[in-house]
């Protein structure tokens, strides 16, 4: 385990400072401390533990300006966006408040001649999240906020490509009022995670690539503890040829490039069927045209750097994998010459499923376009993947959009929209995408486990 991480400006490559790694035993120390507090505050009313998470909200909002910038340094997303994610990660938590008393509530399933069977759910005990860095706020809330209302402690791995928002996060949970031991951010990157592996958790949930999760899980099962798995994706769309070509390219080059694609639910793939195609590429790449990159702190920024320096070198190889296999590019293709992690926004045609960009999960600002004759290929080709996290279809037709959504594996369809996560929908992939789900009430459930209560009057 290293003693420190480096906290990297991906916009210029400059280092900022160094973050001091828990080793071995202090994360040990951590984990025993979290063990020791949860019963006692799974003991407390839901209204006890549910004041010090509004309040949580509350500072959030209070101080979401310089919490946005602290973001930018982390990862490099521009500033509307940083600013868009803690909005909407306030949103998240008054979701988690208003319906975790649903998730708690005591069920009678049955009576008889004194007799009641009652389900009670309660927390799981001390829970582990192993984070990602592309939505930090966002990914951290979706665990943190229901495992905590519904009782349980919480060991908390910030990504150690966004490590100071991780941790600014704890703090504000401690400012509002929930026990240090309760909840713990642990710093560090891959070898921090396996010792926390190592400790008696009895939930792990982990959000990063497919490679990570499959060690995760393995890790995991040595302590039969409950597993949730968001893991990557390659996302398709189809445009269908009842759809008004222009709309549907600003929306969909919109949901491949936001967040400089960096999204795990970015549209990744497109198809487009012929009768619109041309019509619909020349607006596409008009959107990408339109999209101002730079300083993340410029206000009218869309794309700003990369946040990982590795992921240039992925993006190179599959652009330059899919021009060795006939793909045109038409826009960008390359990285920038200029310190920090920059890419030009890039988007190819001709393009097949020979190819890396229509295979494998790019996770930048790159997309493949895919010209195709009816459904019935359009749905073979989308489904054509071991990926299964969302797909989307635009069409004037729903009926036709959800045939077709309806023959995928995924574990969310959009008509007519993309790249969209709700609070109040269950968030979970299917396939090599993972298991489990966060968000909606099934995402509050996941933190609690039933017990059966038996009860008999005489
Ligand atoms: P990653 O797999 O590199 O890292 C994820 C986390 O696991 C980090 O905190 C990392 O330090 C930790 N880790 C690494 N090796 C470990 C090990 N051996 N044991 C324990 N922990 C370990 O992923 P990333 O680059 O942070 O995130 C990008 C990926 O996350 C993309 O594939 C993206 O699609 C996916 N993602 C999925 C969702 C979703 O909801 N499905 C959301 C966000 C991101």
Same mark, same amino acid.
């Given at each position: 385990m290293s003693a420190s991480l480096a906290v990297i400006d991906? &916009? *210029?490559? &400059?280092?900022l400072r160094e973050l001091r790694c828990d080793d071995a035993a202090g994360v040990e120390r951590i984990a025993d401390a979290a063990r020791a507090a949860q019963p006692g505050w799974a003991a407390l009313t839901l209204s006890e533990r549910g004041a010090p998470i509004a309040r949580f909200a509350a500072l959030l909002t209070e101080r979401r300006e310089a919490l946005a910038r602290l973001l930018i340094t982390d990862m490099g997303k521009p500033i509307a966006q940083a600013r868009r994610e803690l909005e909407a990660t306030v949103a998240r938590v008054g979701f988690f408040c208003e319906h975790v008393g649903a998730a708690l509530a005591e069920r009678v399933v049955h009576r008889e001649s004194g007799l009641r069977e009652v389900v009670v759910p309660e927390a799981l005990g001390t829970v582990l999240h192993l984070s990602a860095w592309n939505y930090p706020w966002f990914v951290a809330v979706n665990t943190l906020v229901p495992a905590l209302l519904t009782g349980n402690a919480v060991l908390y791995k910030p990504s150690e490509h966004a490590t100071q928002s991780g941790l600014a996060l704890v703090a504000l949970l401690h400012e509002a009022g929930v026990p240090r031991a309760v909840v713990a951010a642990v710093i560090g990157a891959g070898a921090t995670g396996q010792a926390l592996l /190592?400790?008696?958790?009895?939930g792990v949930f982990f959000t990063g690539s497919h490679a990570t999760g499959l060690k995760v899980a393995a890790a995991a099962a040595r302590r039969l503890a409950r597993v949730q798995l968001e893991l990557g994706g390659k996302d398709p769309v189809y445009v269908c040829d009842d759809a008004d070509p222009a709309a549907a390219a600003a929306a969909v080059a919109d949901g491949a490039f936001y967040n400089n694609g960096q999204s795990?639910? &970015?549209?990744e793939r497109v198809y487009v069927h012929r009768r619109i195609a041309p019509a619909f590429i020349d607006a596409f790449v008009a959107t990408v045209d339109g999209f101002r990159l730079g300083d993340?702190? /410029?206000?009218? *920024?869309?794309l700003g750097p990369? &946040? !990982? $320096? $590795?992921?240039l070198d992925v993006l190179t190889a599959q652009i330059a994998d899919a021009r060795a296999k006939g793909g045109r590019v038409l826009r960008g293709g390359a990285r920038l010459d !200029?310190?920090?992690n920059w890419f030009a926004p890039t988007v190819v045609v /001709?393009? /097949?499923?020979?190819?890396e960009l229509m !295979?494998?999960? *790019?996770?930048?600002?790159a997309i493949g376009i895919m010209v195709i004759d009816d459904d019935a290929q359009a749905t073979a080709l989308m489904d054509d993947t071991r990926y299964g996290l969302t797909a989307g279809v635009y069409s004037r037709d729903e009926a036709r959009a959800r045939r077709v959504l309806g023959a995928l594996r995924t574990g969310s369809a959009y008509w007519n929209c993309c790249d969209r996560v709700s609070p109040r929908l269950p968030w979970s992939g299917r396939r090599d995408s993972g298991f489990g789900c966060t968000l909606g009430d099934e995402g509050i459930a996941a933190f609690t486990q039933p017990r059966a209560w038996h009860l008999r009057s005489s």
């Amino acid at each position: 385990m290293s003693a420190s991480l480096a906290v990297i400006d991906p &916009a *210029t490559g &400059a280092s900022l400072r160094e973050l001091r790694c828990d080793d071995a035993a202090g994360v040990e120390r951590i984990a025993d401390a979290a063990r020791a507090a949860q019963p006692g505050w799974a003991a407390l009313t839901l209204s006890e533990r549910g004041a010090p998470i509004a309040r949580f909200a509350a500072l959030l909002t209070e101080r979401r300006e310089a919490l946005a910038r602290l973001l930018i340094t982390d990862m490099g997303k521009p500033i509307a966006q940083a600013r868009r994610e803690l909005e909407a990660t306030v949103a998240r938590v008054g979701f988690f408040c208003e319906h975790v008393g649903a998730a708690l509530a005591e069920r009678v399933v049955h009576r008889e001649s004194g007799l009641r069977e009652v389900v009670v759910p309660e927390a799981l005990g001390t829970v582990l999240h192993l984070s990602a860095w592309n939505y930090p706020w966002f990914v951290a809330v979706n665990t943190l906020v229901p495992a905590l209302l519904t009782g349980n402690a919480v060991l908390y791995k910030p990504s150690e490509h966004a490590t100071q928002s991780g941790l600014a996060l704890v703090a504000l949970l401690h400012e509002a009022g929930v026990p240090r031991a309760v909840v713990a951010a642990v710093i560090g990157a891959g070898a921090t995670g396996q010792a926390l592996l /190592d400790q008696p958790v009895q939930g792990v949930f982990f959000t990063g690539s497919h490679a990570t999760g499959l060690k995760v899980a393995a890790a995991a099962a040595r302590r039969l503890a409950r597993v949730q798995l968001e893991l990557g994706g390659k996302d398709p769309v189809y445009v269908c040829d009842d759809a008004d070509p222009a709309a549907a390219a600003a929306a969909v080059a919109d949901g491949a490039f936001y967040n400089n694609g960096q999204s795990c639910c &970015a549209v990744e793939r497109v198809y487009v069927h012929r009768r619109i195609a041309p019509a619909f590429i020349d607006a596409f790449v008009a959107t990408v045209d339109g999209f101002r990159l730079g300083d993340p702190l /410029d206000e009218g *920024t869309y794309l700003g750097p990369l &946040a !990982r $320096a $590795a992921q240039l070198d992925v993006l190179t190889a599959q652009i330059a994998d899919a021009r060795a296999k006939g793909g045109r590019v038409l826009r960008g293709g390359a990285r920038l010459d !200029r310190p920090g992690n920059w890419f030009a926004p890039t988007v190819v045609v /001709d393009v /097949d499923h020979g190819m890396e960009l229509m !295979r494998e999960e *790019t996770f930048g600002p790159a997309i493949g376009i895919m010209v195709i004759d009816d459904d019935a290929q359009a749905t073979a080709l989308m489904d054509d993947t071991r990926y299964g996290l969302t797909a989307g279809v635009y069409s004037r037709d729903e009926a036709r959009a959800r045939r077709v959504l309806g023959a995928l594996r995924t574990g969310s369809a959009y008509w007519n929209c993309c790249d969209r996560v709700s609070p109040r929908l269950p968030w979970s992939g299917r396939r090599d995408s993972g298991f489990g789900c966060t968000l909606g009430d099934e995402g509050i459930a996941a933190f609690t486990q039933p017990r059966a209560w038996h009860l008999r009057s005489s």
